[in-house]
């Protein structure tokens, strides 16, 4: 904005200019001039004031007697002519160049900045390309891919453990199932071994009653032979004697035949009795044959399912064996494998960290360079406002 007016007054004019400069610190005055002239009704004043620093920010007022202002974004100043003719000092010029040089200076120290923004970022593309591609340029996918991969086989382990689990608990059941047939078949054993005993004290029972009868038999076979031989001895005797005895009565019966007859009975029932002993025996002994022969057929046939019983539960318990280090197997490949998502995982958050100070790095860089761009235009505008006013000054003044 720019004003211009005009005043009159009887006191005192003076001409003031300052200027003031700063980079990051506290700004500084630059120089300051003053001047008066009375008499008449005339006075006029000039003031000039100027401020600069990196954030971009300048102001600086110029004027005679009346006030005026002029501002360029975050420039400011006041320009105001209160005489119809103004007249510029050689002092003000020189304020002015001085100005000028400064601002020049400014620039120099601009470019000087942008240097070194480009080295640094020379330095910063170094860095990148010593620790890997650019961020731009850097490519994730195949770790994605890994990532994806890697939560597939553990899906797939975590099935496969599943699986396992189902079949540890089916092949446990099925032990247990063995486990009771086994149980209830060494029972019958047992039972079956108790009646062999039973069975055996039986036998041996009818051995002694065999062995009884036998001697009874052989008793009566010696009993009989006495008999004979004192029937042959009584009959011998009596066939021998001289003794001659009439009897008047009538015949008796034969004792020879009467004795034979009874011999003949007597072993008729001994051999009766012997048949049937005989008889009774074998059948016995048959019968105890079949019940041995029946017992130890399912004795051999408990044994062998006893044997192949055994033989199953030794080959569920080698499949456990292999099941359980299969597990454990799984269970450190699973940790094996987190280990080395984890270790992944914290590549990647490390990575994305330094990438993430290296963006916020650049933008404050590039916010910087940017604002010492916008103060460059400003002050280059500046300049070629100033001389255009001190060009303005001097044409008016010739």
């Known amino acids: 904005m720019y004003t211009k007016g005009r005043s009159s007054s009887s006191s005192c004019g003076g001409i003031r200019v300052a200027s003031a400069f ?163 078949e060494l029972a019958l054993c047992q039972n079956v071994e108790a009646d062999i005993n039973g069975l055996r004290q039986v036998l041996d029972q009818l051995t002694l009653c065999r062995s009884d009868l036998e001697a009874q038999l052989e008793s009566l076979r010696e009993e009989l032979c006495c008999i004979k031989k004192n029937h042959e001895e009584s009959l011998k ?64 046939d408990c044994n062998n399912q006893v044997v192949d019983l055994k033989r199953q539960l030794q080959t569920l318990g080698i499949d456990l064996q292999a099941q359980l280090c299969l597990v454990n197997s799984l269970g450190e490949t699973e940790r094996r494998y987190n280990t080395h998502l984890a270790e992944i995982q914290n590549q990647i958050s490390c990575v994305e960290q330094q990438l993430a100070e290296l963006r916020a790095e650049m933008e404050c860089q590039n916010r910087e360079y940017r604002e010492l761009l916008d103060v460059k235009c400003r002050l280059e505008q500046e300049i070629q406002t100033y001389r255009s006013l001190l060009e303005e000054g001097n044409c008016k003044h010739v």
């Open 22 to 184: 700063s980079g990051r610190g506290p700004s500084s005055v630059v120089s300051s001039v003053g001047g008066g002239v009375s008499g008449k009704t005339f006075s006029s004043g000039v003031s000039y004031g100027g401020a600069s620093c990196t954030d971009g920010s300048f102001g600086g007022s110029y004027g005679y007697g009346s006030g005026g202002s002029f501002r360029f974004g975050q420039i400011g100043g006041g320009f105001g002519i209160c005489n119809e003719t103004p007249l510029i000092s050689c002092d003000e010029k020189m304020t002015m160049q001085n100005l000028n040089d400064r601002l020049a200076s400014y620039l120099e120290k601009v470019r000087n900045l942008e240097e070194e923004n480009a080295e640094l970022e020379t330095r910063i593309r170094q860095w990148y390309d010593r620790q890997g591609p650019p961020s731009e340029l850097k490519d994730y996918s195949s770790y994605y891919q890994q990532i994806e991969e890697l939560k597939n086989q553990i899906v797939c382990a975590s099935v496969d453990n599943s699986k396992l689990i189902l079949d540890i608990d089916n092949n446990r059941m099925t032990a247990d199932d063995f486990r009771l047939k086994y149980e209830t």
């Open 237 to 300: 005797s009596q066939t021998c004697g001289d003794v001659s005895v009439e009897v008047n009565s009538s015949p008796g019966p034969d004792l020879k035949k009467v004795l034979e007859e009874m011999r003949c009975q007597y072993e008729t029932m001994i051999e009766n009795n012997r048949k049937e002993v005989e008889q009774w025996y074998e059948h016995k002994m048959e019968e105890v044959n079949q019940e041995v022969c029946i017992s130890s057929k399912e004795v051999e």
